[in-house]
Structures are given as C-alpha cells and as structure tokens.
C-alpha cells in the first residue's frame, strides 16, 4: 500500500536555526509532492510542490523542498527559521494518474523558540 | 469570503445522534474530500467525489456517508454518532482539469466535533 512516512513528528529550534523535515514515501508510479503548513487554529495551507521538472522547488516563506526520486524523498527545508513558522507540517503524495488520491504524511509538529 | 466553507466550525453532540457536516466552495473546482485529523494520525481521507455522480469511500469510511448535492456541495453524515469519531474534520476541493491549478488541494477551515 501507499504511504508517506514523515520521520521527525515534534522539532524544536531556536530563531535563526536551520530546518530540515524528512519525507519518504512508497510508491513507484509517478507523483506530485506536496508541502502543506497549518498554523495554529487554521486550515491547511500549500507551502510547496512538485509536479516534474527542476527537483529543487520552492515555496512560500523561504521553503525550499527537494525531490531525490532514487531515495523516494522529498525533504522540507528552510536555512533559517523564524518564530511564525511555529506550526504543522504535513507531507503529501498524489498518484500522477489513476486515482488521483492524495495520501497524507501524520505531520511534524515545528516550536521555533523566539 | 472563504473559497472553501465548512458548517458548522464547532459542534458538540451526543451518541447514537445524526450529524451532518457540510462543505461549499466557489472554486468551480469538480473534485471534493472529507478528511479527519487526529492527533498523530494526520490526515486521513473519509470519502472523496470527483463530481457529482461520482463518490468513493476513502480509507476510513466505515460510519459515514456523503452526499454531493451539487458541484459546489459535498456534505459529511454520522448515522450515529460515537465518541470515537471526535476530531477536526477538513472539506478539501481540487481541480481535475488543467492548468497551473491541478491537483492542488484547497482546505476549508475545518469542523471541530465532539461526540459525548
């Protein structure tokens, strides 16, 4: 079955910190990556994503994400945090044909210390 | 206004009660989701339409059902509601079609439920 594994669940870094959030996932058809942020109390919110192409995409914010398709990753990155970057982040996976399902990652939850 | 609207924010029930969660959206997109999160667990899909005569169960459909009344309508049933169906439900909306905006989910804000 698919499923998208997001190893870190809690971080904790101080302002000026560099963040890096792992992403793998399994499946060995084509996909779109995604990066979702929720701050607290709201929805869900597109940070970032892959569709093909460059594999180092970014987003919003900074957010930096790169796609390695030989290690099935898709890491989240930002060199230098600040503390409204404190929120949720959830890494996603669709099927590039098919289904079309999205299957979510159970997120990693980020404090950035001010 | 939201793209993506979900009634009620908050609600509070009781078990073996019926509850209807509903979502609209001015998007124009086809395609709508029911998700739940829970602590830990992330997102998981309940059901998700890609238009109006098309409905599918998601990975935990097992005590609801859905309805699409409408393209821009996708509303969210328990039956009978029991306590473990407590969590944060999230409509979400994409596009099938294309263009820069396929496959890209647009969340509302989510439907806080508790069932005592």
């Known amino acids: 079955a698919q499923s998208v594994s997001q190893h870190n669940h809690h971080v904790i870094l101080s302002e000026a910190a560099s963040l890096e959030l792992g992403c793998n996932y399994s499946y060995g058809g084509t996909v779109n990556l995604f990066w979702y942020v929720q701050y607290p109390g709201q929805h869900l919110q597109l940070l970032l994503k892959y569709f093909s192409g460059d594999p180092l995409v970014k987003g919003i914010k900074g957010f930096e994400a790169e796609f390695i398709k030989s290690k099935f990753s898709f890491n989240l990155r930002k060199p230098s945090v600040q503390w409204s970057d404190t929120a949720e982040y959830f890494c996603?996976?669709?099927?590039?044909?098919?289904?079309?399902?999205?299957?979510f990652g159970t997120g990693t939850r980020l404090k950035v210390l001010a | 206004d939201a793209d993506v609207t979900q009634t009620p924010r908050n609600r509070i029930t009781k078990t073996g009660k019926r509850i209807m969660l509903e979502c609209s959206q001015t998007?124009?997109?086809?395609?709508m989701y029911w998700y739940r999160q829970d602590p830990g667990l992330g997102l998981r899909l309940i059901y998700y339409s890609f238009d109006v005569k098309d409905i599918n169960k998601g990975e935990i459909s097992d005590g609801y059902s859905v309805s699409r009344q409408a393209q821009a309508k996708f509303s969210l049933s328990l039956e009978s509601a029991i306590p473990n169906q407590t969590a944060l439900y999230f409509c979400?909306?994409?596009?099938?079609?294309?263009?820069?905006?396929?496959?890209?989910?647009?969340f509302g804000a989510g439907t806080r439920l508790s069932v005592l």
């Open positions: 979400a909306t994409s596009y099938g079609g294309l263009g820069s905006d396929k496959n890209i989910q647009y």
């Open positions: 998007k124009g997109h086809d395609r």
């Open positions: 996603a996976v669709n099927q590039a044909s098919g289904t079309y399902k999205y299957i």
